[in-house]
């Protein structure tokens, strides 16, 4: 599917940002002119260059709203190397990129995840009560029964007896090898207690397609019935890059947060 058309009002500029390791986070910054900022996080080995991050930062720029989308620690262009899991580390350069543009007097209005990013965003907000607005685009409710699911119900006495597992991808190339230090944290998080941490006030809208197979769509129905403040999108069809469905994806979330930056002009 052909990428949004971008706008020619909007200035697309690199920007380089410490985390608290003094790492070096390279982001896109999409200046629409506005003070607020909406900031786009990449899924599991991806970046900032992935064609959701990419399509929804132009839908953002056509409803003329700035946006941001950065690599993750050892991701894209960005230093550092990158682990399997990691969630909390990414939490932490979400939060240094937010400090960034706060330092700069600008105002985050929304924070947007896909995938692993979407699993950031959400315990983003379930610590730091600074972003009212969270869109979780195909994000996965439990992160146990996911491995599972990708490695097998005995991938830890698999890993503990050889050591690690190699996880392939379609073709067959080794994308990653887990070892059972990796997984210690992804393990010990608990995606339905964070989501009870959420503020009340912080809206959440929540994407999946109804033909993903990376993560099932029932993991967006489990998100629907404890988030307090949260809406629900299912695109009919769409898998979980949203292959043939990105100007829809892009569509849903433009509306969405226009919606939202209007009803907080509004309220003050």
Not at 7 to 28: A, D, F, H, R
Not at 68 to 82: A, I, P
Not at 180 to 195: G, P
Not at 254 to 265: G, S, V, Y
Request: aromatic share 6%.
């Amino acid at each position: 599917m052909a990428q949004a058309a971008q706008n020619p009002t909007v200035q697309q500029q690199k920007v380089i940002i410490s985390n608290k390791n003094g790492e070096k986070l390279v982001g896109i910054f999409h200046e629409a002119g506005t003070m607020e900022i909406v900031i786009l996080c990449h899924g599991l080995k991806s970046s900032k260059e992935d064609k959701v991050m990419v399509n929804v930062a132009t839908a953002l720029e056509n409803a003329g709203i700035s946006s941001f989308r950065f690599d993750f620690t050892g991701n894209g262009e960005s230093e550092g190397s990158s682990q399997f899991a990691d969630y909390w580390r990414e939490v932490e350069d979400l939060h240094a990129v937010s400090q960034h543009f706060r330092e700069a007097n600008r105002k985050i209005s929304a924070i947007i995840g896909h995938s692993k990013g979407a699993g950031v965003v959400l315990l983003y907000a379930s610590k730091y009560d600074d972003v009212k607005t969270v869109v979780n685009l195909s994000g996965r409710y439990d992160l146990k029964r996911g491995l599972e699911e990708r490695l097998g119900e005995d991938f830890m006495e698999r890993i503990r007896k050889n050591g690690f597992i190699e996880v392939k991808n379609s073709s067959g190339i080794v994308d990653f090898r887990l070892t059972e230090e990796s997984l210690v944290e992804r393990l010990t998080i608990n995606m339905h207690e964070a989501c009870l941490q959420i503020d009340k006030d912080c809206r959440v809208l929540t994407v999946h397609g109804s033909a993903d197979e990376g993560i099932p769509v029932r993991d967006a129905f489990e998100f629907a019935k404890i988030l307090r403040n949260h809406k629900l999108q299912i695109i009919e069809g769409a898998d979980h890059e949203y292959t043939n469905h990105l100007p829809d994806l892009a569509t849903v979330v433009a509306d969405f947060i226009k919606e939202t930056l209007q009803l907080d002009r509004v309220t003050g």
